[in-house]
């Protein structure tokens, strides 16, 4: 299916999107600052590079065929703030700590995808909001305005910022975990000082002792050049794909690595990728996702989402139909590649077991091979008396629960969890082992957008969950 210049979606540019009606659209006032800025991301190097990004496709294909999980997490909304040592480092060692208990549970490898080093952007229900009895715009990330109410108005020039506060992350994850953050020939020196309860900390000391116990026994043998790999892991970065002025600028033509072709194979036209050898990569990110509220069939955002390379997600909600999924599998992904797309499910406890059985049985009968990751956050979004948002860790759980029951009895995997976490003890959910209440969230609430699990409930629930995985794996 090859397009104009040997592109394989027909018709598409970095810039088609801007021929479709747009949600979530940002209208700034002043147009020369705005052209300057482009143009400066425009001629800025690559966040990422296709040999990385083809080589988490190669990743997440095992993941949508059931022989690998999906770890997603990270902030809601991430602020250039963050862009800072200990705030990355906190991030990384969750994602990684829940990531060996989850391999524990599933007995299978772990795909880790951070919400890091660009999730700089949130979509809005309402550009403006009320304060202090005065009509000024809404937060919308740190890449378009501030959060202080003297901040709100569009400055052009964050673009930019977010480019390099992106581009400082990345590369300080890279040379985090290739100076040995993440070396599992010795888990324990890992600082467990975040981790402040007793018996979580004790748990995963066992775990990581067991791991300690197997690598010594491989060595004995004489496994010591495999050993090696598990020196450092792989952690991607991906973010939510709404500012598309952002990320057309970042979308390059570029050369397939090798082993690009190989993910063809089995999808339609087998091999038939391009006729220069080359794609389109969105190079700020390694994985780009399409909110519920950008997803249109003729929308701008997916007619962005249908021509990069990139691995993508779907936000999948009460609202979608079956019909329409497949539509959207249909534009993204029309030779159906396996794991190219992943559907990111959020519906709330209470309507999980009523919404997922549909779409899996439409998915099922289209031929697509998705990754079925479950949200357990967003669905499950409630507001305290004063009007604070929150959600009950008992809910998270009961959602993630109960989507991997119905995959096994669908005969489907549940792929992977995504999940809005942070590495600081603060304190924006309720329940969990620490017993937080609505009364105990003003003591720690950090977050500008939606509330996050803290360091010691995504720990819990990891092990929760890897237990119930590994309680189903036995069934």
């Not at 997440?60 to 997490?73: E, I, T």
């Not at 999730?119 to 005065?134: C, D, F, I, L, W």
Request: with cysteine; proline share 5%; glycine share 10%.
């Amino acid at each position: 299916m090859s397009g104009l210049n040997g592109d394989v979606a027909p018709g598409w540019s970095p810039s088609s999107w801007k021929t479709k009606p747009m949600k979530q659209a940002v209208i700034y006032t002043d147009q020369v600052a705005v052209d300057k800025a482009l143009n400066k991301l425009q001629n800025l190097p690559p966040i990422v590079t296709p040999t990385e990004i083809i080589k988490l496709r190669k990743s997440l294909r095992d993941v949508a065929l059931g022989k690998a999980f999906l770890l997603q997490g990270g902030d809601c909304a991430e602020l250039f703030d963050y862009c800072e040592q200990d705030a990355i480092e906190s991030k990384i060692k969750l994602l990684l700590q829940m990531s060996l208990i989850l391999i524990w549970g599933s007995n299978k490898p772990v795909v880790r995808i951070a919400r890091m080093a660009g999730q700089y952007a949130k979509p809005r229900s309402s550009p403006t909001e009320m304060h202090n009895g005065v009509e000024i715009p809404s937060f919308r990330g740190d890449i378009l305005n501030g959060y202080g109410p003297e901040d709100r108005e569009l400055d052009p020039s964050r673009l930019v910022s977010a480019y390099f506060h992106s581009a400082a992350t990345s590369n300080y994850i890279r040379a985090a975990l290739s100076s040995g953050l993440a070396d599992l020939h010795s888990p324990l020196d890992w600082d467990l000082g975040h981790v402040r309860d007793v018996n979580i900390k004790a748990q995963y000391q066992r775990i990581a002792s067991s791991i300690s116990e197997s690598l010594k026994f491989m060595r004995t043998i004489g496994a010591g050049e495999k050993v090696k790999e598990l020196e450092t892991v792989d952690l991607y970065t991906s973010h939510e794909g709404l500012l598309l002025d952002y990320e057309q600028r970042l979308t390059r033509k570029l050369k397939h690595p090798a082993g690009r072709a190989a993910l063809s194979e089995g999808s339609l036209e087998d091999g038939n990728i391009s006729d220069d050898g080359k794609g389109w990569y969105n190079t700020s990110s390694h994985f780009i996702w399409v909110g519920d509220r950008t997803r249109q069939l003729d929308g701008a955002h997916i007619e962005y989402f249908r021509g990069v390379e990139n691995p993508i997600g779907i936000k999948v909600g009460p609202s979608m139909q079956g019909p329409e999924l497949i539509d959207l599998l249909n534009i993204v992904n029309p030779r159906k590649e396996i794991g190219k797309v992943t559907l990111i499910t959020r519906y709330g406890e209470g309507k999980v077991e009523d919404l997922l059985p549909r779409h899996i049985e439409a998915v099922k009968a289209s031929g697509h091979t998705v990754i079925w990751q479950c949200d357990p956050m967003h669905g499950n979004t409630r507001s305290t008396p004063t009007g604070v948002k929150t959600r009950q860790f008992g809910s998270i759980f009961s959602e993630a629960s109960s989507a991997l029951k119905i995959h096994q009895r669908m005969g489907t995997y549940l792929g992977g969890v995504h999940l809005e976490l942070t590495g600081d003890a603060v304190t924006e959910c309720v329940g969990g082992s620490e017993g937080l209440t609505d009364e105990d969230l003003s003591l720690n609430y950090t977050s500008y957008c939606d509330p996050r699990l803290n360091e010691k409930q995504a720990m819990e629930l990891a092990f929760l969950f890897a237990g119930h995985i590994r309680d189903q794996g036995a069934k």
